[in-house]
């Protein structure tokens, strides 16, 4: 709370200075955004949690969106910090720390945004969360994006198509799949894709559906190459500053407990998919087409990643955790 949290005493009635009993102090927690305007984070997730405190608290604990406080792979700092009291990050933006998050990220996993952060959440709470990966933050609620495809200019209908083509990865599991692929990784933060792609410094992106209308992305990718059995996803996650957390009174404390969790990762996975409902039919207005990938397809790609799972369940292991039973109970939740 050095900075972000705004904190002041609601001025004392006279029936409450005659009984003696104490108001609650009214609590503002800004909400660090990253990735504009458009973007569901900023349209339905922060009203939805603004709202959900506010009706809790009977108004006293509200939320306040801020932009721009710090470049995406800064967020977790920021929030830890108490640069800003809230935010959502980016796992595989902040290079090694977090390593059990890879699993839901991984290909060969499908489903949408809702039913994969459900999956997420869960796991996390009955494996991952003894690991202890976030340190000095209260972790929210983790959530997934949709469906994560290639998206370039040029028509692609076949993976070997990418060979040598850069791409924008993005981070964490997509970086393995890229690398599988045979492209040529480019690594950046989301909100800058759309300039590296129009300057020529990418030939396309991994992305959801749900960029191409919040990022712009459809100006300049007229192709999206999905696969229904899951190409990867991208891990997020919702957290609050464990210092402002601290120094919440009980009945805030007891807002922000209630909300958070599997419901919580449910309800931003909800927008997530609603966000590629937009994304879908507002870039097919511009002429747009999602181009399914054939069995034959699906199977080399198969072929392609297969090293990638046993690499990613080396790497959750290492940090202390059961990784082929929480792999199991994950792909339990999605089946």
């Known amino acids: 709370m050095k900075f972000g949290l705004k904190t002041f005493l609601a001025t004392a009635t006279a029936a409450v200075a005659l009984s003696g009993t104490a108001q609650a102090a009214d609590t503002e927690l800004t909400f660090s955004h990253w990735a504009g305007?458009?973007?569901a984070m900023a349209t339905k997730v922060y009203p939805w949690l603004n709202e959900t405190l506010s009706a809790c608290s009977g108004g006293s604990l509200t939320v306040k969106l801020e932009n721009g406080l710090a470049p995406p792979p800064a967020q977790y700092d920021t929030v830890r910090?108490?640069?800003a009291d809230l935010g959502w990050i980016v796992h595989g933006y902040t290079k090694g720390k977090f390593l059990t998050t890879k699993m839901i990220e991984m290909p060969g996993l499908s489903g949408n945004a809702e039913s994969m952060s459900v999956a997420f959440q869960m796991t996390h709470e009955k494996f991952f969360a003894a690991a202890k990966e976030a340190k000095g933050v209260e972790v929210l609620a983790h959530f997934v994006h949709g469906p994560g495809m290639v998206n370039t200019a040029e028509k692609i209908t076949s993976y070997k198509q990418l060979e040598g083509k850069k791409i924008r990865v993005g981070g964490g599991v997509a970086n393995a799949v890229?690398?599988?692929?045979?492209?040529?990784?480019v690594n950046m933060p989301a909100p800058s894709v759309y300039e590296a792609i129009a300057s020529g410094v990418a030939d396309g992106v991994f992305f959801p559906l749900e960029t191409l209308h919040s990022f712009k992305i459809d100006e300049l990718t007229k192709y999206s190459f999905a696969n229904p059995d899951g190409m990867y996803t991208t891990s997020f996650a919702l957290i609050l500053s464990a210092d402002t957390y601290d120094s919440l009174s009980d009945e805030h404390k007891a807002c922000i407990d209630g909300a958070r969790g599997v419901e919580m990762s449910r309800q931003i996975g909800k927008f997530w998919d609603e966000a590629d409902a937009v994304g879908l039919e507002q870039s097919a207005k511009g002429g747009s087409v999602v181009i399914e990938a054939s069995a034959e397809e699906r199977a080399y790609f198969k072929e392609k990643t297969a090293g990638i799972e046993a690499a990613v369940l080396a790497e959750v292991?290492?940090?202390?955790?059961?990784a082929a039973a929480a792999l199991e109970y994950m792909k339990s939740l999605l089946q």
Not at 178 to 185: D, K, Q
Request: net charge negative; hydrophobic share 30%.
């Open 178 to 185: 890229g690398t599988a692929l045979g492209v040529a990784g």
């Open 317 to 322: 292991e290492s940090r202390g955790v059961d």
């Open 37 to 39: 305007p458009k973007h």
């Open 81 to 83: 910090d108490s640069v």
